[in-house]
């Protein structure tokens, strides 16, 4: 069932879902028994505004903590209570692969989104993608390829995704900003809605990136937003070729 968003109501004298309310509490402990589904957190918070704050404030946070715990500690061990970008934002690249339409972000490759039931972010991966400049400061975490086989002329394709800890103090965005790397001119970031730099303009595309994917090099590419989100595509390599990729690296 698909519930329309309403915006009318922070919960005034007026509003009908004053009228035998649940509380925060109840809530927390009802999407808790509920594993923390992201359909439900993503149902109520189309109820009102109230509905819409708690799910920003407290559900997605606990979504993202039970999603990946040990990746949400690292990102708050710098001592912030929130992350770049808000939790729902960050919700939403756990589990959402963005695709791609035609004449968007990567030209010609057109895949529709879709959400995933699970994927793995490594820190150890997201080392392959920083600039060599970058690796002894930065902390940048990326999932594995969501692959997308027989794509016609362009092969098998692989959409990624990641999340720097604490982008605004990071190298690379200092890196994008000295380089003066402009911003996507009419994309923007499909997690929260920010403007977006192009790694592969700015030149910032290590090596190691198509050696950790087993991909071919001149495949790759990937955008960072000014929240820290990462989200890229390449063309895989044939399975045999990939393998020997893995073993130079």
């Known amino acids: 069932m698909i519930i329309a968003k309403q ?7 007026t509003c009908h879902c004053t009228k035998g309310h649940l509380s925060e509490e109840v809530l927390f402990l009802m999407a808790q028994h509920l ?5 439900v957190i993503a149902t109520l918070s189309c109820v009102c505004k109230w509905f819409d704050d708690l799910a920003k404030r407290i559900l997605w946070k606990e979504f993202c903590r039970a999603r990946a715990p040990k990746m949400m500690c690292d990102l708050q061990s ?14 939403k690249l756990l589990i959402y692969c963005s695709g791609a339409t035609k004449g968007g972000l990567f030209n010609h490759v ?3 989104g879709h959400f995933v039931h699970r994927t793995r972010f490594s820190r150890t991966s997201g080392r392959s993608f920083l600039p ?3 690796r002894n400061d930065d902390i940048l975490y990326v999932s594995d390829p ?3 086989l027989d794509q016609g002329e362009d092969g098998d394709m692989g959409f990624f995704r990641g999340i720097f800890k604490s982008f605004s103090m990071s190298k690379v965005r200092k890196l994008l900003i000295k380089k003066r790397t402009s911003f996507h ?8 809605k920010a403007k977006l730099w192009s790694m592969l303009q700015a030149k910032m595309i290590p090596h190691s990136a198509s050696c950790r994917l087993g991909a071919y090099e001149d495949s790759i590419e990937y955008y960072v937003c000014l929240n820290g989100h990462m989200l890229g595509v390449c063309t895989l390599l044939p399975l045999s070729d990939s393998e020997g ?3 130079f690296q």
């Open 35 to 39: 594993n923390w589904n992201p359909n």
């Open 110 to 112: 057109q895949i529709p």
């Open 78 to 91: 710098s001592g912030s209570h929130s992350v770049d970008g808000s939790w729902r934002a960050l919700g």
């Open 132 to 134: 060599p400049q970058c």
């Open 7 to 13: 915006y009318r109501c922070i919960h005034s004298a």
């Open 146 to 148: 969501c692959e997308h």
């Open 245 to 247: 990729a893995s073993e």
């Open 185 to 192: 001119p009419t994309e923007v970031c499909p997690y929260c």
